[in-house]
Nanobody, 127 residues
Framework: QVQLVESGGGLVQTGGSLRLSCTASGRSFSSYAMGWFRQTPWKEREFVSS???????YYTNSVKGRFTISRDNAKNTVYLQMDSLEPEDTAVYYC?????????????????????WGQGTQVTVSS
């Protein structure tokens, strides 16, 4: 069983920065695409960013130029650096590991493409 543990959330003012981390248990971390999603009480869980096993990255339009996803395979960890945060970024952020068959492309934008999820970490941006 794979476990994903997120950390790094918190309260920050508009324009501030946070870095989320997600560490995975198990083997072969480097072989899987990883993703970040977010959810608020009034919206479904939505795609934020993903990174393939070879490091190709994808972002939803609203975070392009502000968020950066990266991975450290030696540490089994994926990161989400969030800069220029806005109140609209307030949400619970979830890390997820893609299914083995999902390697790249727009399939990574879909929640159904992910097999394992973390417990989530709260990000609150005050205005």
């Amino acid at each position: 069983q794979v476990q994903l543990v997120e950390s790094g959330g918190g309260l920050v003012q508009t324009g501030g920065s946070l870095r989320l981390s997600c560490t995975a248990s198990g083997r072969s971390f480097s072989s899987y695409a990883m993703g970040w999603f977010r959810q608020t009480p009034w919206k479904e869980r939505e795609f934020v960013s993903s990174i393939t096993y070879i490091g190709r990255t994808y972002y939803t339009n609203s975070v392009k130029g502000r968020f950066t996803i990266s991975r450290d395979n030696a540490k089994n960890t994926v990161y989400l650096q969030m800069d220029s945060l806005e109140p609209e970024d307030t949400a619970v952020y979830y890390c997820a590991r893609a299914r083995p068959s999902i390697r790249n492309g727009e399939s990574l934008f879909n929640r159904q493409s992910y097999e394992y999820w973390g417990q989530g970490t709260q990000v609150t941006v005050s205005s």
